[in-house]
Nanobody
């Protein structure tokens, strides 16, 4: 079973930056896709950003130009650099990874990001 351990959340003022990290372990295979979802109170979980093994990325429209997702394949680690943070970015951020042979994602425990105005 794949374990995902996140770090890097916290409290920051609007306009500030945070960097999230998520390391995957427990599998002999490299994840196909790694990325981040977030869930704010009273809202559904939404995709923030994802990155494939070949480096292709996908972003939610609301974070394009402000967030950057990247991965270190040697470390099976995915990062989310968040700049120009806004109060509406406040949420619990969940790392995920889709690792062969599984077709469904494994999830991290979540890390709180709070942006004050």
């Amino acid at each position: 079973q794949v374990q995902l351990v996140e770090s890097g959340g916290g409290l920051v003022q609007a306009g500030g930056s945070l960097r999230l990290s998520c390391a995957a372990s427990g599998s002999n295979f490299r994840p196909y896709t790694m990325g981040w979802y977030r869930q704010a109170p009273g809202r559904q979980r939404e995709l923030v950003a994802a990155v494939a093994t070949n480096g292709n990325t996908n972003y939610a429209d609301s974070v394009k130009g402000r967030f950057t997702v990247s991965r270190d394949n040697a470390k099976n680690t995915v990062y989310l650099q968040m700049n120009s943070l806004k109060p509406e970015d406040t949420a619990v951020y969940y790392c995920y990874a889709i690792t062969p042979p599984a077709l469904s994602p494994d999830w991290g425990q979540g890390t709180q990001v709070t942006v004050s105005s």
